[in-house]
């Protein structure tokens, strides 16, 4: 099969398997999914879900952060690791968004990896899941399995991303992704993947 075939394929199989494929992050606006998104560096989803209430609820705008100094910002981050970093960003990134994007979050991947701390996957996740935009969010869970898909050889995540371009369709680039995220929790894990329950096992090269 060739690998524009598996592709093909996989999102077909994940689309029966996963039918909802929504971000697990939990946000209300872009602003919020931009954070929640670079706290989630190194981090579970699961986590930052339980701090972000009360860090939006102290911060509920991008001016408000914008006008806080980080150590105001770090307590209610503290269990996400790094904190120190992902404070200075986050507060440094809505300076940013009002200076020069008014406050708004831009639309563009390009635009986005301009903000401090914001790199490809997490401006792919904005541009696909806020502004409905073929994107390819590629994480761990996306790294994995489709290199065990045997779509690639690579472990550098630009040259995955393009290399996912050309083989996935641009309209479900995205739901692909998050759906991928799933798949990687629930049965494709990274030290013992559940072959045999695995939707996949019949177009994959590694099992």
């Known amino acids: 099969m060739e690998k524009k075939e598996t592709a093909l394929e996989a999102v077909r199989l994940l689309e029966q398997e996963y039918p909802d494929a929504l971000c697990s992050l939990t946000y209300t606006d872009p602003l919020q999914l931009l954070i929640a998104t670079r706290l989630a560096a190194q981090c579970t989803d699961q986590r930052v879900n339980m701090v972000t209430p009360a860090l939006f609820a102290r911060f509920p705008d991008v001016q408000s952060f914008a ?4 150590e105001e910002v770090e307590p209610y981050i503290h269990s996400c690791g790094f904190y120190k970093v992902k404070s200075r960003d986050i507060v440094a990134m809505c300076r940013m ?3 020069e994007y008014n406050g708004t979050v831009p639309d563009t991947v390009e635009e986005l990896t301009k903000l401090p ?11 696909g899941d806020i502004y409905g935009k073929p994107a390819v969010v590629v994480d ?10 045997g779509l690639h050889t690579s472990k550098d995540a630009a040259k995955i991303e393009t290399i996912l371009r050309e083989l996935l369709p641009p309209e479900k680039s995205n739901d692909f992704c ?5 798949h990687g929790r629930a049965v494709c894990q990274a030290r013992k993947p559940r072959c045999e329950q ?10």
């Open 198 to 207: 695995c939707c996949l096992k019949e177009i994959c090269s590694y099992s």
């Open 117 to 127: 701390g914001i790199g490809r996957k997490t401006a792919n996740l904005i541009v």
């Open 97 to 99: 968004l009002l200076a």
């Open 140 to 149: 761990t869970h996306c790294i994995r399995i489709t290199a065990r898909l």
């Open 67 to 70: 006008q806080a100094d980080a």
């Open 178 to 182: 998050h759906r991928l995220v799933l």
